[in-house]
């Protein structure tokens, strides 16, 4: 590689072609977004919490979304559509997904850089735009959009229907599209990277789970995510051109008859779960990868059942594809249908259990140091093993009847994208901190942050699943006309307090990350004494990452307390005469 | 390698504190959720699915509770070791806990639906409506509930959407087809006679909505265009609340309506009533 010449500010940090400046970009990106979306999520708590109360500074702030300080229920279900379609898309997808992604795949397969660096800025500078769009529709006539992140029509097809189904949808719709595009673009890189770009000796079976679990994410992603595009553009149609793919004849709409013909909003509902479900999985399965490298670092030993990981995962992303369908149970397709979907769902479960308990016999035996990364780490498990407990109900048709579209769902859900995958990225950036930044995060305050994120995350999440029972229905700006759920308004106001606990508890995450990029302890290129390729060369990495050879890979990720010598772990670049070769 | 004193770190506070979280967890989860259940039971098929959720919550109750105080006990261990005590199991050991875990997931998941699950479901999905069913009409728009019984003929009469009017004739009924002359349109209360089969016809006018009662176990979406049916038996009188369970515009949370289970008696009269009101 000749660094001869300097490329100057812009092009090394934000034109960069480099994939640790990508991944780093998302992650920042990502972070500015999952604050917004946080910000959002305690407007909603507000408003459950105290769903009567008047809030003169809010009506300041937000004169529209706070008429004479009570919250309009129109904003609270845009601001309910934009918490759920920012954190999914614009935190977890950007973050974990594309940020990671981008940041590690690369280092841990052994090459300099992704197979296409000008397509990775691409699909960087795409993301960036999708989510500037999607912000720019607060501000617009009407509102954000306020179908729901799953944008359901006519609700979302109809103008007339809510004011958020303005100007507000249609910006949605465009920036899903182009969201989607960069995902297609980093998908692909992701994929050529890990099939082509391995260095000599990275076999497939030696690729660290992180690898795998990116690799499995990155095909979902492209097979699953271009029917939402094809989806998206039908309903800016339907929306702007008059056609009816979605929409049937007979709609009366604030009183005005409707002249559409012929479609069906259920043919969404399958277009959406389609993309929807796989892209559960796309958020998890890195959130999954990542803890089953983490773990083996702090319990000094190699991960259970590295293979059957491996299968767990694929098998995972396979039935993944043919479950979409669970999530439409009452919708009114036909009952033979949702037998179908039953049986499927609950065959994903065994993959998935595999999975998790061989995350948890992890643990068994080591040597633990329960440093940062380690607790996030077992929080993910935690809430992996939970939030699967949870989709046995909703898995099982029977019970979703009684389930869906309460607050078990949310419970359910924010255990497994909003919670494994949250736990599983601040695990990620406790660990790989110090490699990018070459500084490294304050521990002290990283487990003031666990304790404040873990514990009342937990609560609030577990009480919804049981809110849920109870019949609470999702979506709903207030409960209090209801009587059967008359007991549900004290719980309500009590995980509406320990969500300010919860986000209390992020200021000291966003300080110890500001304060640490600049004043943290300086790291060493391997601080956390682990073996994957990242860690055997300086921190943070150069350009063109491993200089002019590439390294040579002898063995697998996990040599931690290597057979028959006195020594701690072997990196990967260890030869056969350093240590014994396990895999 | 087994542990042997000189392989335990001294005692430090912060691994009981993580083991402690993780292991109340699993107990105070299961002790919380041993008081919480649904709203009480006022339906027949509905009796099946609280025998799934109870199978549900008990087989996944001791799952949680295991696996947390696993953790806990893990982590307590695996913090006082200066030294690892086992590296790696046996091929086979893995595979054979795989296999394991795949039994007892697919004894546990797919079983209890193919047990109980799925019997329930068959069992509702496919219920045709007895002659002695009571059948009426719930129509959902933004929002509120039309409720139409079809009158002494039993058959609904015509229905036109340019006599929709949201003030006088939400459903638009055309009152000069013979047949609709003794329909009887009504706004969010449904009377139904308890221990009789309900046949209830759902349709929409604009978005989907979700015909949810929670004290009956039942839940339908209705989507414009479609007209799902479902049938079921209250077995229990007393007025039950429904609500919308399909997000459906600003007002979604404010559709709500009342499902009165009464006597026979108190059936027929309530429909007099209503009928010399139209
Ligand atoms: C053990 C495996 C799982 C099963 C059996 C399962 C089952 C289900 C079912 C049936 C639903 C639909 C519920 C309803 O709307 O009535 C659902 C919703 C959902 N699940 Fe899972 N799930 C599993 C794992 C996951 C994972 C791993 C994730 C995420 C990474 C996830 C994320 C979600 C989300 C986001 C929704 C809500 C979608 C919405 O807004 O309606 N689930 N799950
Ligand atoms: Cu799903
Ligand atoms: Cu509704």
Same mark, same amino acid.
């Given at each position: 590689?000749?660094?001869?010449?300097?490329?100057?500010?812009?092009?090394?940090?934000?034109?960069?072609?480099?994939?640790?400046?990508?991944?780093?970009?998302?992650?920042?990106?990502?972070?500015?977004?999952?604050?917004?979306?946080?910000?959002?999520?305690?407007?909603?708590?507000?408003?459950?919490?105290?769903?009567?109360?008047?809030?003169?500074?809010?009506?300041?702030?937000?004169?529209?979304?706070?008429?004479?300080?009570?919250?309009?229920?129109?904003? #609270?279900?845009?601001?309910?559509?934009?918490?759920?379609?920012?954190?999914?898309?614009?935190?977890?997808?950007?973050?974990?997904?594309?940020?990671?992604?981008?940041?590690?795949?690369?280092?841990?397969?052994?090459?300099?850089?992704?197979?296409?660096?000008?397509?990775?800025?691409?699909?960087?500078?795409?993301?960036?735009?999708?989510?500037?769009?999607?912000?720019?529709?607060?501000?617009?006539?009407?509102? $954000?959009?306020?179908?729901?992140?799953?944008?359901?029509?006519?609700?979302?097809?109809?103008?007339?229907?809510?004011?958020?189904?303005?100007?507000?949808?249609?910006?949605?719709?465009?920036?899903? $599209?182009?969201?989607?595009?960069?995902?297609?673009?980093?998908?692909?890189?992701?994929?050529?990277?890990?099939?082509?770009?391995?260095?000599?000796?990275?076999?497939?079976?030696?690729?660290?789970?992180?690898?795998?679990?990116?690799?499995?994410?990155?095909?979902?992603?492209?097979?699953?995510?271009?029917?939402?595009?094809?989806?998206?553009?039908?309903?800016?149609?339907?929306?702007?051109?008059?056609?009816?793919?979605?929409?049937?004849?007979?709609?009366?709409?604030?009183?005005?008859?409707?002249?559409?013909?012929?479609?069906?909003?259920?043919?969404?509902?399958?277009?959406?779960?389609?993309?929807?479900?796989?892209?559960?999985?796309?958020?998890?399965?890195?959130?999954?990868?990542?803890?089953?490298?983490?773990?083996?670092?702090?319990?000094?030993?190699?991960?259970?059942?590295?293979?059957?990981?491996?299968?767990?995962?694929?098998?995972?992303?396979?039935?993944?594809?043919?479950?979409?369908?669970?999530?439409?149970?009452?919708?009114?397709?036909?009952?033979?249908?949702?037998?179908?979907?039953?049986?499927?769902?609950?065959?994903?479960?065994?993959?998935?259990?595999?999975?998790?308990?061989?995350?948890?016999?992890?643990?068994?035996?080591?040597?633990?140091?329960?440093?940062?990364?380690?607790?996030?780490?077992?929080?993910?498990?935690?809430?992996?093993?939970?939030?699967?407990?949870?989709?046995?109900?909703?898995?099982?048709?029977?019970?979703?009847?009684?389930?869906?579209?309460? #607050?078990?769902?949310?419970?359910?859900?924010?255990?497994?994208?909003?919670?494994?995958?949250?736990?599983?990225?601040?695990?990620?950036?406790?660990?790989?901190?110090?490699?990018?930044?070459?500084?490294?995060?304050?521990?002290?305050?990283?487990?003031?942050?666990?304790?404040?994120?873990?514990?009342?995350?937990?609560?609030?999440?577990?009480?919804?699943?049981?809110?849920?029972?109870?019949?609470?229905?999702?979506?709903?700006?207030?409960?209090?006309?209801?009587?059967?759920?008359?007991?549900?308004?004290?719980?309500?106001?009590?995980?509406?307090?320990?969500?300010?606990?919860?986000?209390?508890?992020?200021?000291?995450?966003?300080?110890?990350?500001?304060?640490?990029?600049?004043?943290?302890?300086?790291?060493?290129?391997?601080?956390?004494?682990?073996?994957?390729?990242?860690?055997?060369?300086?921190?943070?990495?150069?350009?063109?990452?491993?200089?002019?050879?590439?390294?040579?890979?002898?063995?697998?990720?996990?040599?931690?307390?290597?057979?028959?010598?006195?020594?701690?772990?072997?990196?990967?670049?260890?030869?056969?005469?350093?240590?014994?070769?396990?895999? | 390698?087994?542990?042997?004193?000189?392989?335990?770190?001294?005692?430090?506070?912060?691994?009981?504190?993580?083991?402690?979280?993780?292991?109340?967890?699993?107990?105070?989860?299961?002790?919380?959720?041993?008081?919480?259940?649904?709203?009480?039971?006022?339906?027949?098929?509905?009796?099946?699915?609280?025998?799934?959720?109870?199978?549900?919550?008990?087989?996944?109750?001791?799952?949680?509770?295991?696996?947390?105080?696993?953790?806990?006990?893990?982590?307590?261990?695996?913090?006082?070791?200066?030294?690892?005590?086992?590296?790696?199991?046996?091929?086979?050991?893995?595979?054979?806990?795989?296999?394991?875990?795949?039994?007892?997931?697919?004894?546990?998941?797919?079983?209890?639906?193919?047990?109980?699950?799925?019997?329930?479901?068959?069992?509702?999905?496919?219920?045709?409506?007895?002659?002695?069913?009571?059948?009426?009409?719930?129509?959902?728009?933004?929002?509120?509930?039309?409720?139409?019984?079809?009158? $002494?003929?039993?058959?609904?009469?015509?229905?036109?959407?340019?006599?929709?009017?949201?003030?006088?004739?939400?459903?638009?009924?055309?009152?000069?087809?013979?047949?609709?002359?003794?329909?009887?349109?009504?706004?969010?209360?449904?009377?139904?006679?308890?221990?009789?089969?309900?046949?209830?016809?759902?349709?929409?006018?604009?978005?989907?909505?979700?015909?949810?009662?929670?004290?009956?176990?039942?839940?339908?979406?209705?989507?414009?265009?479609?007209?799902?049916?479902?049938?079921?038996?209250?077995?229990?009188?007393?007025?039950?609340?429904?609500?919308?369970?399909?997000?459906?515009?600003?007002?979604?949370?404010?559709?709500?309506?009342?499902?009165?289970?009464?006597?026979?008696?108190?059936?027929?009269?309530?429909?007099?009533?209503?009928?010399?009101?139209?």
């Amino acid at each position: 590689m000749s660094e001869a010449h300097d490329p100057g500010f812009v092009r090394r940090y934000i034109f960069s072609t480099d994939h640790k400046i990508i991944g780093i970009q998302y992650i920042l990106t990502g972070l500015v977004m999952g604050l917004v979306g946080g910000l959002l999520a305690v407007l909603i708590r507000i408003q459950l919490g105290w769903p009567t109360a008047q809030w003169e500074l809010l009506e300041t702030l937000m004169p529209r979304g706070y008429p004479s300080g009570f919250m309009a229920p129109e904003f #609270y279900i845009s601001v309910v559509t934009m918490h759920g379609t920012i954190m999914v898309f614009f935190f977890i997808s950007y973050v974990l997904v594309s940020g990671f992604g981008n940041y590690l795949v690369p280092l841990q397969v052994g090459a300099k850089d992704m197979a296409y660096p000008l397509l990775n800025m691409l699909s960087y500078w795409f993301a960036l735009l999708s989510a500037v769009v999607m912000m720019a529709s607060f501000l617009v006539e009407g509102g $954000a959009a306020a179908a729901g992140w799953t944008a359901y029509p006519p609700l979302s097809a109809i103008a007339s229907a809510v004011p958020g189904s303005g100007l507000g949808q249609s910006i949605w719709l465009v920036s899903m $599209a182009i969201f989607i595009a960069s995902f297609t673009m980093s998908g692909l890189n992701v994929v050529a990277t890990i099939f082509t770009m391995r260095a000599p000796g990275m076999t497939m079976m030696r690729l660290p789970l992180t690898i795998w679990s990116y690799f499995i994410a990155a095909i979902l992603g492209l097979l699953a995510f271009p029917p939402l595009t094809a989806a998206a553009v039908l309903l800016l149609f339907d929306r702007h051109l008059g056609t009816s793919f979605f929409l049937p004849s007979g709609l009366v709409v604030a009183g005005q008859p409707l002249s559409f013909q012929g479609g069906s909003p259920l043919l969404w509902q399958h277009l959406f779960w389609f993309l929807g479900h796989p892209e559960v999985y796309v958020l998890i399965l890195p959130a999954l990868g990542i803890v089953g490298d983490v773990v083996p670092a702090f319990t000094r030993k190699p991960v259970f059942g590295y293979r059957l990981n491996v299968y767990s995962l694929i098998a995972v992303g396979v039935l993944s594809m043919v479950v979409w369908g669970h999530h439409m149970f009452v919708s009114g397709m036909s009952p033979f249908t949702g037998e179908y979907f039953t049986l499927a769902t609950m065959l994903i479960t065994i993959p998935m259990t595999v999975y998790g308990v061989n995350l948890v016999a992890s643990l068994f035996g080591g040597r633990m140091r329960l440093a940062t990364p380690m607790l996030f780490s077992l929080a993910a498990v935690a809430l992996f093993g939970s939030g699967g407990f949870g989709g046995l109900f909703l898995g099982n048709a029977t019970a979703d009847m009684q389930l869906h579209d309460t #607050y078990f769902v949310v419970g359910h859900f924010h255990f497994m994208i909003g919670g494994v995958t949250l736990m599983g990225t601040f695990a990620a950036l406790y660990f790989w901190f110090p490699k990018m930044f070459g500084r490294s995060m304050h521990e002290g305050f990283g487990k003031l942050h666990f304790w404040g994120t873990f514990a009342p995350f937990f609560m609030v999440f577990f009480g919804q699943h049981f809110l849920g029972l109870q019949g609470m229905p999702r979506r709903y700006y207030a409960f209090n006309t209801y009587e059967y759920l008359e007991g549900t308004a004290g719980q309500n106001t009590m995980l509406s307090v320990i969500v300010m606990v919860l986000v209390a508890a992020q200021f000291v995450f966003m300080v110890n990350f500001l304060w640490s990029l600049f004043k943290g302890q300086p790291a060493e290129a391997n601080p956390w004494a682990a073996t994957t390729l990242e860690w055997t060369v300086a921190s943070p990495p150069p350009h063109g990452n491993f200089g002019d050879t590439l390294p040579a890979v002898h063995r697998w990720a996990y040599e931690y307390s290597p057979e028959s010598t006195g020594e701690d772990f072997a990196p990967q670049t260890a030869g056969p005469n350093d240590a014994p070769i396990t895999a | 390698m087994s542990e042997t004193r000189d392989t335990r770190l001294p005692f430090s506070l912060e691994p009981v504190l993580v083991g402690l979280l993780f292991g109340s967890i699993g107990l105070f989860g299961v002790i919380y959720g041993i008081g919480e259940w649904a709203p009480e039971l006022a339906s027949r098929h509905g009796a099946g699915i609280d025998t799934m959720m109870t199978y549900l919550m008990v087989t996944t109750g001791a799952m949680f509770l295991t696996g947390h105080l696993a953790m806990a006990l893990f982590i307590w261990q695996g913090s006082r070791r200066t030294r690892i005590s086992h590296r790696l199991a046996s091929p086979r050991f893995e595979k054979r806990l795989s296999i394991a875990l795949g039994v007892l997931m697919a004894v546990v998941a797919e079983g209890g639906v193919v047990a109980i699950g799925l019997p329930v479901w068959n069992e509702y999905f496919m219920a045709e409506a007895p002659p002695d069913a009571v059948t009426v009409e719930v129509v959902g728009q933004q929002f509120f509930w039309s409720v139409r019984y079809p009158g $002494a003929d039993g058959e609904f009469g015509a229905t036109d959407i340019q006599l929709m009017d949201d003030v006088v004739n939400p459903i638009g009924l055309d009152r000069s087809d013979p047949v609709a002359v003794d329909d009887i349109v009504w706004l969010n209360e449904i009377y139904v006679p308890v221990n009789r089969p309900v046949r209830v016809v759902l349709r929409s006018k604009d978005m989907i909505h979700s015909f949810f009662l929670p004290h009956l176990r039942v839940k339908q979406d209705v989507i414009p265009g479609m007209v799902p049916e479902v049938v079921f038996v209250p077995t229990r009188e007393g007025t039950f609340e429904l609500a919308c369970a399909e997000l459906c515009g600003l007002g979604h949370y404010r559709m709500q309506g009342f499902f009165h289970v009464v006597s026979d008696a108190e059936f027929t009269s309530q429909l007099e009533r209503l009928a010399s009101e139209q």
